[in-house]
């Protein structure tokens, strides 16, 4: 089969979009595998190809509940989709572990990698407006946490929350996208939701997949469900823009005075 990894840092859409390409008959799917108990640190930045290969093998073996996330498809969170008998590509989701990427491109010639990247208001605020990523019950305070979101990442090199990471992330898939163009594929968030088709036959191209019915019925479903919840993949929205009324408006500030400096102008508050 053939291998292809999708990252993100968290609260990018990775899940809608993981479900976008698991929509397809042949696809095997598998939910952050390397956060798994399962096969968590299987990998690392010195993983050799055959590592990297069996790595891949393994998860589309497994059966473990949560990389197949059995409890949203139980809840119908997340959607059954008909597989094929004959599998052709296994795919994966990390939010996490980043820090292995430039590593796995250069030992496996074979894989690719989807990076997708949201902008930073957006990502930020729904950060700081998850309960179970934001522990506002531990007291922890916005204004510490925004930027480098120590309480959260907790000095682990395999965790990207915060701005900081973000940034670290955007400027890492740029340069994987230029060293690697045939094999990384840096797709905007923005132009997913709001050019859906268009963008999802883009990166089925990029993967080698055609598109099938099921995929189509699935992006039509998702744009018009009521079933939005902070972990959905059901996204009823064309416009990326609820951070507006959100972020508090220093933090707002503050991450554009940083995108100015960093040269990083396709995100700035004007273009909401």
């Known amino acids: 089969m053939k291998r292809i990894a999708i990252h993100s840092v968290p609260r990018s859409g990775s ?7 698991n929509s397809s008959p042949k696809v095997c799917f598998r939910f952050q595998p390397l956060f798994s108990y399962a096969f968590k640190d299987y990998l690392n930045d ?7 290969v069996g790595f891949f093998e393994n998860i589309a ?10 409890d949203k498809l139980e809840s119908e969170e997340y ?15 990390e939010v996490r572990y980043h820090n292995i990427l430039e590593n796995l491109l250069l030992q496996d010639k074979d894989l690719k990698v989807i990076g997708l ?22 007291g922890w305070i916005e204004a510490e946490e925004w930027q480098f979101a120590e309480k959260k990442n907790k000095n682990k090199a395999e965790e990207y929350f915060g701005f900081e990471k973000w940034r670290e992330i955007y400027f890492l898939f740029i340069e994987l996208k230029r060293r690697y163009p045939n094999r990384f ?14 963008q999802v036959k883009k990166i089925f191209k990029f993967c080698d997949m055609e598109i099938d019915e099921q995929t189509y019925s ?3 479903r998702s744009n018009v469900s009521v079933k939005e919840t902070v972990y959905s993949v059901y996204r009823h929205k064309k416009h990326d823009i609820s951070w507006v009324n959100t972020l508090d408006k220093a933090i707002q500030s503050m991450i554009e005075v940083d995108l100015q400096k960093n040269c990083i102008l396709e995100f700035n508050i004007e273009k909401k």
């Open 218 to 220: 699935f992006i039509q």
């Open 61 to 70: 073996k497994s059966s473990d509940d949560f990389l197949l996330q059995k």
């Open 15 to 21: 899940s809608w979009l993981g479900q976008i390409l």
């Open 117 to 138: 990247v949201r902008n930073p208001f957006a990502v930020i605020s729904s950060f700081l407006n998850s309960p179970r990523e934001f522990r506002k019950d531990l």
């Open 79 to 93: 959607p059954l989709f008909k597989k094929d008998r004959n599998l052709t590509h296994i795919i994966y989701k």
């Open 46 to 52: 010195k993983s050799s190809r055959e590592d990297i």
């Open 185 to 198: 594929i840096l797709v905007n968030y923005d132009d997913l939701i709001e050019d859906t088709v268009n």
